[in-house]
C-alpha cells in the first residue's frame, strides 16, 4: 500500500496541513496542561499586537494569510478572556482596533518562557543538516509522533532546572539544613539510629575534621540535597547521609551528588569508597550501581548501622 510520502512535492500542502494540526493539537495539550486558556492558533495575533501596536482585522487577517470572519473569531474568544479589547481608531472614528488590555500583557510575558521553550524544540528536530523541506516536515511528521511537544518541552525545562543545581561544600549556617534532610528520609525509611543522631547533630567533629567531606546540593538558594563522605580508616572513604528532599525528586539530584562525591573522593589520597545501604532501597541501588558500586562481601562481620544488609565497592 502507497502511503501520503511516496506521492513528493504534490502532497506538500496536505502534509502541511497535516503537520499544522498536529503541531497545533500539541500546543494546546500543553496549554491546557500548563491550565492556560489559551487557544494556539490565536499566537500569531498576540505576537503581532505585542511589537506592533493596536490593529484593525483586517490588517491582522492581511499579515497572517488568513480571513476577515476567522481573525475575528479568535479575537472575540481572546476578548472574553480579558487578553483584549477594541477602541476607536483615532484617525478615523469608523474604524475600529484591535488592542492588547494589561492583563493581555501581562499573559504574554508570562508565556515567554514557554514560548521560547517550544521554538528551541522545535528548532532542535528540525537542526539537521542537508535536510531539505520535504526530509524536514517528515522528521517533524515522524518525531511529533513518537514524542509530543509537551514532553519535549517538559524534558527541555527539566535540563534547564537540573543545570541550576548547584553542588557546593558544606559550612556551619547549612547544619539545620544537613540534620534536616537526613532525619526526614532516616524516618521516611527507617528510624533514627544513635550514631544517626551523633553524626548528624556535630556533623564538623564527627565528618569533617576527621578527613571527610560533605556536599550539598542548592536549587534558587535552597538546600535541596546531601551527601557525606566519612573517613572510614587510612585509606577508605564511606560515602553516606544522602538525602534529596522529596519536593525535588526528579531532577536528578542524587545522581549529581553521588558524581560530585566521586570526583572529590578521586581528588584525595584514599584507596577505596565503599557505601552501606540496604536492599529494600531499590532506586538508590540502581543508582549506585549507575555510578560505579558494585557489591562485595563486608570485611566486617557486623556493621555499625543496624539497617544496612548490603555493602557496595565503587570500582568507576
Not at 2 to 31: A, C, N, P
Not at 77 to 87: A, I, R
Not at 149 to 175: C, D, F, K, M, T
Amino acid at each position: 500500500m502507497r502511503h501520503l510520502e511516496d506521492f513528493g512535492v504534490i502532497t506538500l500542502g496536505t502534509r502541511l496541513k497535516r503537520l499544522s494540526e498536529l503541531m497545533f493539537k500539541q500546543t494546546d495539550e500543553l496549554y491546557k496542561k500548563r491550565q492556560i486558556n489559551l487557544n494556539s492558533r490565536s499566537f500569531p495575533i498576540l505576537q503581532l499586537l505585542a511589537s506592533n501596536g493596536n490593529s484593525a482585522v483586517t490588517e491582522l487577517a492581511e499579515q497572517m494569510g488568513q480571513s476577515h470572519p476567522a481573525i475575528s473569531q479568535m479575537s472575540r474568544k481572546l476578548e472574553q478572556n480579558g487578553w483584549l479589547y477594541h477602541e476607536t481608531d483615532p484617525a478615523d472614528e469608523r474604524r475600529r482596533l484591535l488592542a492588547l488590555t494589561p492583563q493581555g500583557y501581562e499573559a504574554i510575558d508570562k508565556l515567554q518562557p514557554l514560548w521560547e521553550s517550544l521554538r528551541q524544540v522545535v528548532q532542535q528536530i528540525l537542526d539537521i543538516r542537508g535536510a531539505n523541506l520535504l526530509d524536514n516536515v517528515a522528521i517533524l511528521e515522524r518525531e511529533l509522533t513518537k514524542r509530543s511537544l509537551a514532553e519535549r518541552v517538559e524534558e527541555l525545562e527539566r535540563e534547564r532546572q537540573v543545570n541550576r543545581v548547584e553542588i557546593i561544600h558544606y559550612s556551619p549556617q547549612y547544619g539545620k539544613d544537613f540534620y534536616r534532610l537526613n532525619q526526614y528520609w532516616l524516618e521516611k525509611y527507617f528510624y533514627m539510629e544513635e550514631i544517626d543522631h551523633q553524626v548528624l547533630s556535630r556533623p564538623e567533629e564527627n565528618i569533617i575534621e576527621p578527613g571527610g567531606f560533605i556536599l550539598l546540593a542548592r536549587y534558587q538558594g535552597v538546600i535541596v540535597g546531601t551527601v557525606a563522605l566519612i573517613k572510614a580508616n587510612g585509606e577508605q572513604l564511606e560515602l553516606s547521609k544522602m538525602a534529596v528532599d522529596d519536593d525535588y525528586q526528579g531532577l536528578g539530584i542524587g545522581e549529581k551528588l553521588g558524581r560530585a562525591a566521586i570526583d572529590q573522593f578521586k581528588a584525595t589520597e584514599f584507596k577505596e569508597l565503599f557505601l552501606e545501604s540496604n536492599r529494600k532501597l531499590v532506586p538508590a541501588l540502581t543508582l549506585y550501581s549507575k555510578l560505579g558500586f558494585v557489591e562485595k562481601e563486608p570485611p566486617f562481620d557486623q556493621s555499625h548501622y543496624a539497617r544496612a544488609d548490603i555493602y557496595m565497592v565503587y570500582q568507576g
